[in-house]
């Protein structure tokens, strides 16, 4: 009887189960399948957050783009390399993952309903087959829907990326449109070293930070702005520094890397050389024509502010000799200084660069390639000082008494210097064709009070007569109508008058040399 239970009843009656719960199969698959999917799905979920998100060193597989590794020490803007990177981390972790959630799904099925059930085999295997089927089964649209996942996220980031590469690039054509406006195309000058530079530097503004950013433009270390290694955040371009957020600007040539003012590049560049031989007055000639300027603005006129420190300091000094009646020290032979200025308000606000030359520099011949700056001028002014001409002590009527204190004139040649620095300017590729030059006849006040001046010299042409009449300067005059596009001769006193401020030639010819 037992046999018979044993190897007939129990089987048929199994075989019998087992037919009842074979329509369960699918449904207990597809379960399983649905829940390996949602599984896998989850663990993708994790892993983007991890990797986009929380950062942690779980979610690493990459080294990061960190800013001291870089050549500027700045944080990459996202889409410049960090989003490829967590795309590929993604990648390679969304794989394990998936890898590991179906590898121990299979384990516990095998493990549980196979190797060590908690109940008879007989009964956990036919439900470790349905689950083995489910995971089989839900495999592949898991895998699908992960490949489609992933394949969304770089299509997105792509779409991005293109976005802010294309809005970096818009920003600097803008930026460089802004920059062809105020005519800066080719950059602004510096005044140490007189290169153009086409975009300065600038200094991490933290004050315990001060590290140098090349080159602040969008693109790579951000669009709008960049994060410096500190932690700082600045401006990537000219337009969105405000007028109080102005970072100090640096030459960006490598022997160079002085400050520049901190208004270049914020408005148009006027450069102003004046050239002359030694002790010509130039240097007093700039004092009176800023001092000109102060009057000005202080009676309505255009306001005036000197651009930086060394600028504001040079002018004290000049003021205080300019007042006593002193006399200037001989411009130090080291590479002129540019006193620079801001001129005007609002948009008609102009960078205005007077270069003071030392007088020796027209002489000697090495030194006038220094002369680089002048490319950049439209206005000259050639500093004349007719004291320094021979025919002037013969020929001026009447003769210069033994009053006149020779050694106030310059004692260099103006046709020499004339010739010298035109030769200079032009080799270094000035258009002087398209230039104006203003030429100051200085020091007519001690004619005036020698009584050697003739009572009409008001205007240009008379001036030009005289020169060319009395002080026989033929040669002279037609050289530099030769050279330049627009002549201009002015006679101007670089001396003070107690109320009236500088003397009103000054006035005149500084307007001249500011016009256009
Ligand atoms: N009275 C009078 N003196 C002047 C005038 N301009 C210059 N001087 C004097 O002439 C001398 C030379 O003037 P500077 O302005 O130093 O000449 P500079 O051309 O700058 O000379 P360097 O610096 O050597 O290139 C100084 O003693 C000045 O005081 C002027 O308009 N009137
Ligand atoms: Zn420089
Ligand atoms: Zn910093």
């Not at 690493?60 to 410049?80: C, G, H, I, M, S």
């Not at 009057?295 to 000197?306: S, V």
Request: positive net charge.
């Amino acid at each position: 009887m037992a046999e018979i239970v044993a190897f007939v009843l129990v089987p048929a009656l199994y075989l019998v189960a087992l037919g009842a719960f074979l329509p369960f199969v699918p449904v207990i698959a597809a379960l399983r399948g649905l829940a390996l999917v949602m599984q896998v799905l989850a663990g993708y979920g994790r892993t983007l957050f991890g990797v986009v998100y929380r950062r942690t060193p779980e979610f690493q597989t990459l080294p990061p783009y960190r800013p001291q590794d870089e050549q500027v020490k700045a944080y990459r803007n996202y889409f410049f390399g960090p989003a490829f990177r967590d795309l590929r981390q993604l990648l390679t972790l969304a794989r394990r993952s998936y890898a590991t959630t179906v590898g121990d799904s299979f384990r516990a099925v095998t493990s549980r309903q196979f190797v060590a059930p908690t109940r008879h085999r007989a009964l956990t295997m036919p439900y470790g087959v349905a689950l083995y089927l489910g995971l089989c089964v839900g495999t592949v649209p898991a895998l699908a829907l992960i490949c489609l996942l992933l394949g969304l996220h770089a299509l997105v980031l792509a779409l991005l990326t293109a976005g802010a590469r294309f809005v970096a690039g818009a920003l600097r054509t803008v930026d460089r449109a802004v920059l062809w406006m105020k005519r800066l195309r080719t950059g602004m000058l510096c005044p140490h070293c007189f290169e153009r530079v086409p975009y300065p530097a600038y200094d991490c503004p933290s004050a315990t930070c001060r590290r140098r950013h090349t080159d602040i433009r969008p693109g790579t270390y951000g669009v709008f702005r960049r994060r410096c290694e500190c932690g700082g955040h600045m401006p990537t371009l000219l337009m969105l520094m405000g007028r109080n957020g102005r970072l100090q600007a640096h030459c960006v040539y490598p022997r160079c890397g002085k400050p520049m003012n901190t208004d270049a590049g914020h408005m148009p560049e006027v450069v102003i050389p004046l050239i002359g031989g030694q002790a010509a007055g130039k240097t007093q000639l700039m004092a009176a024509m800023l001092l000109s300027l102060e009057h000005a603005a202080a009676n309505g006129g255009p306001a005036i502010t000197l651009a930086d420190e060394e600028s504001d300091a040079n002018y004290q000094v000049l003021r205080e000799v300019l007042q006593m009646r002193g006399h200037t020290r001989a411009t130090q032979r080291t590479l002129p200084r540019a006193h620079s200025f801001v001129l005007g308000r609002g948009l008609s606000q102009r960078l205005v660069h007077l270069f003071d030359t030392a007088g020796e520099r027209f002489v000697d011949r090495d030194d006038t390639d220094a002369l680089r700056y002048a490319r950049a001028a439209r206005t000259f002014v050639f500093v004349l000082d007719p004291m320094a001409v021979k025919a002037f002590w013969t020929r001026v009527e009447p003769a210069p008494g033994p009053l006149m204190d020779r050694t106030l004139g310059s004692t260099v040649d103006p046709e020499e210097v004339f010739a010298r620095s035109v030769q200079a300017v032009a080799a270094m590729g000035a258009p002087l064709g398209r230039s104006r030059l203003a030429v100051a006849v200085s020091k007519m006040d001690l004619l005036t009070e020698h009584g050697l001046l003739p009572a009409r010299l008001e205007d240009s042409a008379a001036t030009r007569t005289w020169l060319r009449d009395v002080l026989g300067l033929h040669s002279l005059v037609r050289a530099m109508d030769l050279h330049f596009g627009e002549v201009r001769f002015f006679h101007t006193a670089a001396v003070t008058k107690e109320e009236a401020g500088v003397d009103a030639s000054v006035t005149e010819f500084v307007a001249w040399c500011l016009r256009g």
